[in-house]
């Protein structure tokens, strides 16, 4: 039996509602064996318990641990040479870059994601970022490793592609368009991605034998995104998930391409093509949405299915801004995910809070925007939802597991911070991953005076740059020279696509 007493000059329990979070002041959670027996004052615990240790001090603001609700990778594309562009260009380019090692990646993923305060993560790895010659089983194997290793927990799934693979066209006619040599190299390279849909749903299967057993593992079934996935491929998926109780995470209307897609090719947006499928769901979580109807929107609420919003990833890739306002009017579940794409390219989910707080304040004095709870809902609560861990964590209350974190409150509140400012506005308006100074999963201590205990990380540093500084292989040089070529060919694809005026959703600016 281990047992720790947690304390803090303020707890925080949970979000009560878009205006008010319970806050204990000089609180403390007694956890053993990792759940949570009890919330209340410092003093009263201390008197009643017995623990193993006291961690914390009058110095901190103890919160949930808050939840990455959409996510790829650990180095950025950035970090291995690519630009921001718009989304289309940017994944072909980013995704025939050099080799990366997907323990080592993952690890470097959740260090930083652990130091910035995240204890559960959406892991959507691409099928693509399967080494030559090694099986899908092993790839995911490798990525759970880490995760494991790291003690964060993770829902983890495998994104799918079954068609449009390089361009939203079918592969064949967009090669044909392509000198012969190029054509050839791509259609190679998307031979060693391609997995049948039975081979698929049995890939989960296998992952889900060998890790689902992990309480802090869950599987996920992922198709990569509506006009990347058949028909077929998509009803397979659904039947499968709701058979084996798991759940859905799919991109979704991320681009303005995506959704004149689904126009060019159905008369109707992607959501709504999903819905003659009878797709979405409460099982479904939809990365992005940025180019959702008013219509999609509520049928998006009227199915109970979940959105995971990327507010640094849509404005780094030309994506555009998600309606969060009118989702949260119409009671979406709206989680909150990097996707390695984050502001200041470090995964720092406190920044990318703050970014979803700014960045939806429309002009005008009565226009609603995210408060300082409604974002820290749904970066716990609704995140936990997200990644099907909201019966274990999302809140700290009697029974839930003690995933939670301590952010020391030296930079937040000194020198000064008026006396009356509510503790969560202050964690939103000035917290950094910097001040995150303890994690705990499942009353496990993840790290502690922001060393972490588990993993050594300057080991994994340095292991990545011994790796990542040796000189690039002829198939990887090949690669990305390939990518140089193809480029134009896809810019000028989308360039022929003239964007539609619409209403927008949110009024920022007129030219006249
Ligand atoms: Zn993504």
New binding site residues.
């Given amino acids: 039996m281990v047992s720790s007493l947690i304390r803090g000059k303020y707890v925080v329990t949970r979000v009560i509602d878009d205006n008010a979070s319970e806050i204990i002041p000089d609180g403390a959670i007694f956890q053993r064996d990792g759940e949570i027996v009890e919330v209340g004052s410092f003093a009263n615990l201390k008197a009643r318990y017995t623990s193993d240790e006291v961690i914390g001090s009058g110095n901190h603001v103890v919160m949930p641990g808050l939840v990455n609700a959409?996510h790829?990778v650990g180095l950025t594309p950035f970090q291995l040479g690519n630009l921001d562009l718009a989304l289309e260009p940017w994944i072909v380019v980013r995704s025939m870059n050099r080799d990366v090692d997907n323990y080592l990646d993952a690890l470097y993923c959740a260090i930083q994601m652990i130091e910035s305060g995240i204890t559960t993560v959406m892991h959507?790895h691409a099928t693509w970022r399967k080494p030559q010659g090694m099986t899908f089983q092993e790839a995911g194997g490798q990525v759970l490793k880490a995760y494991q290793d790291s003690g964060m927990r993770v829902a983890f799934s495998f994104s799918h592609r079954d068609q449009n693979q390089v361009v939203y066209q079918e592969d064949e006619r967009f090669l044909a368009t392509l000198p012969a040599e190029l054509a050839s190299k791509i259609s190679a390279r998307l031979q060693n991605s391609k997995i049948p849909t039975e081979d698929y749903l049995a890939l989960f299967s296998d992952i889900n034998a060998k890790f689902g057993q992990d309480p802090r593992i869950r599987i996920f079934l992922s198709p990569g995104n509506v006009q990347w996935c058949s028909d077929p491929f998509l009803e397979a998926v659904k039947e499968f998930a709701g058979r084996h109780h798991t759940g859905i995470h799919i991109?979704l209307q991320e681009s303005v391409y995506q959704k004149m897609y689904g126009l060019r090719q159905w008369g109707k947006t992607p959501l709504a093509h999903l819905q003659d499928l009878g797709f979405p769901g409460p099982e479904v979580s939809c990365?992005h949405g940025v180019w959702l109807t008013e219509s999609d929107i509520d049928t998006m609420a009227e199915t109970g299915t979940m959105v995971c919003h990327?507010a640094s990833?849509n404005l780094r890739l030309k994506s555009g801004i998600a309606p969060f306002n009118r989702m949260a009017a119409k009671g979406i579940t709206v989680a909150i995910g990097i996707?390695e794409a984050g502001l200041n390219d470090d995964n720092d989910i406190l920044q990318e809070m703050r970014l979803v707080q700014k960045v939806h304040r429309e002009p005008g004095v009565a226009s609603p925007f995210p408060t300082s709870h409604q974002v820290l809902h749904m970066a716990t609560v609704n995140g936990a939802k997200a990644t099907f861990f909201a019966d274990a964590v999302g809140t700290l209350e009697k029974g839930k597991r003690a995933d939670l974190i301590m952010l020391n409150l030296d930079h937040i509140t000194e020198p000064y911070l008026d006396a009356n400012t509510n503790i969560v506005d202050a964690v939103l308006y000035r917290g950094r991953g910097l001040d995150v100074d303890t994690v705990i999963v499942d009353g496990e201590v993840l790290m502690r005076g922001r060393q972490l205990t588990k993993v050594n990380k300057g080991e994994v540093w340095a292991e990545l740059k011994d790796q990542l500084s040796r000189e690039l292989m002829p198939h990887e040089l090949e690669r990305i020279e390939v990518a140089q070529q193809l480029f134009p060919h896809v810019q000028r694809f989308y360039q022929q696509w003239h964007l539609e005026k619409g209403v927008p959703h949110y009024l920022y600016n007129q030219a006249e």
Avoid: P, T
């Fill in positions: 959409h790829h959507n991109h990365a990327n990833s996707d």
